[in-house]
């Protein structure tokens, strides 16, 4: 007799959705670093700018050339603000998916065990049965040489 757990393909697909999860993870996990290094990169820039307008304001430099570069830097802010915002709605999303990822993992662990424990009932009973066998055949032959 050949064993089959009777919730396998529910545990099948409890295991694919954990892979799924892990995609997921390491998808954001690949775009928040991405979103790191563009918001350095532009942390970067806006010092440079900084330290280049403190520079050219030495020298003397006209009002509107001035005024532009504050707004250069101005847009970097607002460039880093929103990168910062991407950022922290990413590492929100993250620990949602991290959350759903572990719930999947204590749910498969779960039937996972199950499965472990019907085996071993399968088992058992197995051993029973061939015990059983082995005992009809004894008797037979006990029965059959008298």
Do not use: H, W
Request: proline content about 1%; glycine content about 0%.
């Amino acid at each position: 007799m050949k064993y089959k757990f009777k919730l396998q393909k529910v545990l099948d697909i409890k295991e694919k959705m954990e892979e799924s999860k892990k995609a997921e993870i390491n998808s954001i996990n690949i775009d928040i670093q991405n979103l790191n290094r563009e918001l350095e990169n532009l942390i970067r820039v806006r010092e440079y700018k900084k330290y280049e307008l403190t520079q050219t304001m030495q020298e003397g430099i006209p009002i509107s050339l001035l005024r532009f570069e504050e707004n250069l830097v101005t847009s970097i802010d607002i460039k880093i603000c929103k990168v910062k915002e991407a950022i922290f709605l990413l590492e929100e999303r993250l620990k949602e998916k991290m959350k759903e990822y572990s719930q999947l993992a204590k749910e498969k662990k779960a039937l996972e065990k199950l499965k472990e424990r019907d085996l071993q009932k399968f088992k058992e009973y197995e051993k029973k049965e061939e015990d059983k066998f082995i005992d009809q055949i004894v008797t037979f032959k006990t029965i059959a040489s008298n």
